[in-house]
């Protein structure tokens, strides 16, 4: 696999840039590299959780819907 621009410039962030700096040009599969499901619940509120699953739950709904028609 060819080292491209891309990789380049990913690589040189992780370098020259504080941590705060470099999340800035990661991909979110990156920031989440090396942590698992449950460290990342871990970093957010019950609350976060719950609200999150009612809003995918209302979009499954809400595209379902959009498909009958």
Same mark, same amino acid.
């Given at each position: 696999? =060819?080292?491209?621009?891309?990789? %380049?410039?990913?690589? %040189?962030? +992780?370098?020259? %840039?504080? =941590? /705060?700096?470099?999340?800035?040009?990661?991909?979110?599969?990156?920031?989440? @590299?090396?942590?698992? =499901? /449950? /460290?990342?619940?871990?970093?957010?509120? =019950?609350?976060?959780? /719950?609200?999150?699953? @009612?809003?995918? &739950? @209302?979009?499954?709904?809400?595209? +379902?819907?959009? +498909? &009958? +028609?």
């Amino acid at each position: 696999m =060819p080292y491209t621009m891309q990789d %380049f410039r990913r690589d %040189f962030v +992780k370098e020259h %840039f504080t =941590p /705060e700096e470099r999340l800035e040009g990661l991909t979110l599969e990156e920031r989440l @590299q090396g942590l698992s =499901p /449950e /460290e990342v619940l871990e970093a957010l509120s =019950p609350n976060e959780i /719950e609200n999150y699953l @009612q809003r995918r &739950k @209302q979009e499954r709904t809400s595209r +379902k819907r959009k +498909k &009958k +028609k």
